[in-house]
């Protein structure tokens, strides 16, 4: 199992299981289990020969008190009849009886040089023919010089010995191969999740923007990092989708006043009179500005849908909103012979959202009323409280809009037959539409009986608690 990295010249390189970072962290791992599991085991075995060998001596010594026991001098004469008599009694257990010049006196093993205290002894001491188990006993000097061994078989002992050394070496063997086979086992895996990902990079990397990391439902950490990498990857494409829409807007929506403008910079390369030259030179910045407008507007409606939240959040009280608002277009709505007309809210009720863009969607909606409304035409501007959220509402007596085409109204740059001699670039409902989305709320173009147009905006009301940054 490979996966792919990047090599200096940009061109993917394969990389193996032993080379990876996961199989030395295993190989780590398992080390530390060897060395862990190996002195545990070494302890335990050490523990169980040691626990063997202390129960051999105290029944040597039992054995060696017990015949020591019955008599009243300990030397040569007076042990002679007490172990002859202990040997018929149990044979089983060693016994060596020597006199000061190491001549045997009575036993069941030959000679042994005189050495005082704890011995282990191998198969040769035995008599013939030889057994091969070998002594585990205990030797005293007598008082008049004499030598006396008591042991037992040690067979007990010495296949401890090498179980134990063998339970070392099978357990060492196991460790190693469970410990590397495993670390490569779990490397193949944690590199096939890993290479899912990089091969999803890079389709990406050749174009296919739509294509994101298959999940698996196993919720792991790789789960989580596959789904952040694919919500990462749909804000991309949103961004990108976002920045060639801009780009087509800007193309398709600028040709007009641009070929307006190429119109009006020909007329006045053509006039003869000054005065003409002067009214196509206007006209020409006429239509340069508005150009620039509707490029300004695109890229901020661009900029609203590309984002997630508003920026500079900020607790809002509605009243004081409309009343700015009132306050400002009252003269422009009676300039127009319409009347503006503000119901006042209940009190308390506040929104959270940035004031500019708030304040730019009410104003877009009393403009539009204004603009696309005759004279005697009644406006009114409400707010109230609709369960958790915050409605706000901008009602006209004029002509309305069809109900086909309140939809479409939305849309950039579209404007409806009986509003094409109204001045204005038709992106200012497509404006209102992305600010209040951005701020979790939707837009709504209704019926206002008996006659006439209401949009209501309905908003999250506050919180409580503000939300910072963007």
Known sequence: MTWMDGQADGT?????????????????????????????????????????????????????DEALSGVSSRDVAHLTSAIRSAIRSDPTVYYLLQDAHGR??????????????????SWTWFPLPPDGHPVV????????????????????????????????VWSGGGFLLIGLGGGFVLSRLVLRRIETISQ???????????????????????????????????????????????????????????????????MAAEATAPQDRVRAITRSMACLDEALEIFSTLLKLAQIEADDRAPDPQRLPVADLLASLAGLYGPVAEDHGQMLVLVPPEGGLELDGN???????LANLIENAINHS???????????????????????????IPAHERERVFG???????????????????????????????????????HGLRCEVTMPATTGAHRNGW
């Open 12 to 64: 993917p390189s394969r990389l193996s299981v032993l080379r990876s970072s996961s199989f030395r962290i295993v190989a780590l791992f398992a080390a530390c289990c060897f060395i862990c599991g190996m002195t545990v085991t070494a302890l335990s075995g050490y523990r169980s020969l040691h626990s063997l060998t202390r129960q051999i001596h105290e029944a040597i010594a039992n054995e060696r």
């Open 104 to 121: 045997t006196v009575a036993g069941n093993m030959r000679d042994l040089p005189r050495i005082d205290g704890p011995r282990h002894l």
């Open 137 to 168: 006993g205990q030797g005293q000097v007598l008082d008049d010089g004499g030598y006396f061994f008591v042991g037992m078989d040690g067979a007990s002992l010495r296949s401890m010995r090498r179980d134990v050394w063998l339970t070392l």
């Open 200 to 266: 999803t990079a890079r389709d990406i990397m050749r174009g296919d923007i739509s294509r994101r990391i298959v999940l698996n439902a196993t919720n792991d950490e790789f789960e989580h990092l596959a789904g952040s990498l694919n919500a990462m990857l749909d804000r991309n494409e949103a961004q990108i989708a976002s920045i060639r829409q801009v780009t087509n807007d800007i193309a398709h929506d600028m040709r007009r006043p641009l070929a307006r403008l190429g119109e009006q910079l020909d």
């Open 355 to 361: 004031r500019v863009l708030l304040t730019q969607v």
């Open 374 to 400: 005759p004279a005697g035409t009644r406006i009114t501007v409400t707010a109230r409280r609709a369960g958790g959220k915050v409605v706000l509402a901008v009602a006209d007596t004029g002509p309305g």
């Open 412 to 450: 950039k740059m579209v404007r409806l037959d009986g509003s094409r001699a109204t001045p204005g670039t038709g992106l200012g409902l497509s404006m209102v539409r992305a600010i209040v989305r951005l701020h979790g709320g939707e837009i709504r173009l209704l019926d206002n009986a008996p």
